[in-house]
């Protein structure tokens, strides 16, 4: 038996080649965002949190700046099966950890409660600790 709900799950992913990059190089993030359940999923808002003292170059796009750390992006469906990815560009000034997830979606997903935090171990959230030298 298949479940007929979507089950969407959010992947980070750190692009830049090195993991210890200076504050003047600029970090690419690709976060994957797929959906393994029977169903399409509809109204996926992403929610990314940067690390304290970041800077962000000209406008993200597809991007919703909430405040100096966190942003929102929409993506309008995901079929059974399908991945989004999208890109997020940025400069640290310091050390942290980037957090994303799912902070919510139309319809349920059994195997996660969208925007309940970052740290739950579900699979609609992920993180990447970055540590500048």
Same mark, same amino acid.
């Given at each position: 038996?298949h479940?007929?709900?979507p089950f969407v799950?959010?992947?980070?992913?750190?692009?830049y080649?090195?993991?210890?990059?200076?504050?003047?190089n600029?970090?690419s993030?690709?976060?994957?965002?797929s959906?393994?359940?029977?169903?399409?999923?509809?109204?996926?808002l992403?929610?990314v949190?940067?690390?304290n003292?970041v800077?962000?170059?000209?406008?993200q796009?597809?991007?919703?700046?909430?405040?100096?750390?966190?942003y929102?992006r929409?993506?309008?469906?995901?079929?059974?099966g399908?991945?989004?990815t999208i890109?997020?560009n940025w400069?640290?000034?310091?050390?942290g950890?980037?957090?994303?997830?799912?902070?919510a979606?139309?319809?349920? %997903?059994s195997?996660?409660t969208?925007?309940?935090?970052f740290s739950?171990?579900e %699979?609609?959230?992920?993180?990447i600790?970055?540590?500048?030298?």
């Amino acid at each position: 038996m298949h479940k007929q709900d979507p089950f969407v799950a959010c992947y980070g992913r750190l692009t830049y080649v090195q993991l210890t990059p200076t504050s003047s190089n600029l970090i690419s993030t690709s976060l994957t965002v797929s959906n393994g359940g029977g169903a399409s999923a509809s109204s996926i808002l992403v929610q990314v949190v940067l690390p304290n003292g970041v800077a962000l170059p000209a406008s993200q796009s597809g991007w919703v700046q909430v405040d100096a750390q966190t942003y929102k992006r929409y993506i309008n469906q995901l079929a059974s099966g399908q991945l989004a990815t999208i890109m997020l560009n940025w400069q640290a000034t310091g050390s942290g950890t980037l957090k994303a997830q799912i902070l919510a979606m139309r319809e349920a %997903d059994s195997g996660s409660t969208p925007g309940n935090g970052f740290s739950k171990g579900e %699979d609609d959230e992920a993180s990447i600790s970055l540590r500048l030298r």
